[in-house]
């Protein structure tokens, strides 16, 4: 029999994803306007191509109605923003091994979009994963292929400096063996930022389910905050706290907090072209599980550095 947990969280992801699809249908900008004939084939030849020049004034349009804070490295922002993203992470296991990824660390590698004026949608890659220890292992871990957020609501600097988000993730089982759940994933997610001044705090709760398996896998309630300065032109000192509790499965009833400073350095113009880089590193480390509680279930790492880049267009 499917536990209480398992009930819950399956009620929640249903109500989350009907929540989630309806405010995505929904743009206020056209409330009440009376929907037009269809177009003729000329005509939907002309908006595809007309969608396709107006991209970057879209994009500019759309960023122009939230505030200009940095995205941060271990806090999926929510604001929308338009980019390509590369990282790594080096891992230190409790056990003493090393994990070392690459196309991976937090964000992983990927591109984000911005479609539409409230939406933005992320395409990833799998992480290639490479375990030293008792047990080595190396390949590619389970795809994130894809995620979809909607702004909610949002002001810029001069209007209110706060946004509001929700997004929604998934992840398919593409992985080698020793790093796959062998599970689909959706993750729901409501997420927030508020400013004041040169500081800003971006946060997000999240619940990632499996849509299988959930007896083994278990579920899991994340939650993420960063506390964020701007500090001359393309400076962005933050600190960040990560923390995932696991219910159900084989790790029930653990939660690790990971802990750490990071920086954020531009976006910095490439000159000659309409591009933005910004290079991004920083260092977590466990404030738990505790010592004593280390066994072959211990969630994630120890400690980690992780180094990202970012191509804004």
């Not at 029999?1 to 743009?27: I, W």
């Not at 992320?122 to 994130?144: M, R």
């Not at 506390?227 to 032109?233: K, R, T, V, W």
Request: net charge negative; glycine share 8%; proline share 8%.
């Amino acid at each position: 029999m499917k536990s209480a947990f398992y009930k819950a969280g399956r009620s929640a992801a249903l109500f989350a994803c009907v929540f989630y699809f309806d405010l995505s249908s929904f743009d206020p900008a056209f409330a009440g306007e009376v929907s037009p004939l269809p177009a003729d084939n000329n005509d939907v030849g002309l908006d595809i191509s007309s969608y396709f020049e107006n991209w970057a004034n879209r994009v500019k349009e759309t960023q122009a109605d939230q505030p200009s804070w940095a995205a941060p490295l271990n806090t999926v922002t929510p604001l929308l923003k338009e980019f390509v993203q590369y990282g790594q992470a080096f891992q230190t296991l409790p056990n003493g091994a090393n994990t070392y990824l690459y196309n991976g660390g937090s964000g992983g590698v990927g591109i984000h979009l911005i479609p539409d004026y409230y939406n933005e949608v992320f395409i990833g890659a799998p992480t290639d994963e490479v375990e030293t220890g008792k047990n080595p292992a190396s390949g590619l871990t389970d795809l994130p292929f894809f995620l979809v957020k909607t702004r909610l609501a949002s002001a810029n600097e001069e209007n209110g400096n706060y946004v509001l988000t929700s997004y929604l993730a998934g992840q398919a089982p593409v992985g080698v063996k020793a790093f796959t759940a062998n599970a689909y994933y959706i993750t729901p997610t409501i997420a927030g930022g508020k400013g004041w001044g040169d500081f800003d705090i971006q946060a997000t709760l999240a619940t990632p389910l499996p849509l299988r398996n959930f007896d083994k896998l278990g579920g899991q309630f994340t939650s993420s905050l960063t506390l964020q300065y701007h500090l001359f032109e393309y400076f962005w000192p933050e600190f960040s706290f990560n923390n995932t509790f696991w219910f159900e499965g084989a790790r029930n009833g653990f939660d690790q907090l990971l802990v750490g400073p990071d920086i954020v350095i531009g976006p910095y113009p490439i000159p000659n072209t309409s591009f933005k880089a910004s290079l991004l590193v920083g260092y977590q480390f466990a404030l738990t599980p505790h010592p004593e509680l280390l066994n072959p279930l211990t969630p994630l790492y120890n400690h980690s550095w992780q180094i990202a880049a970012r191509l804004f267009f």
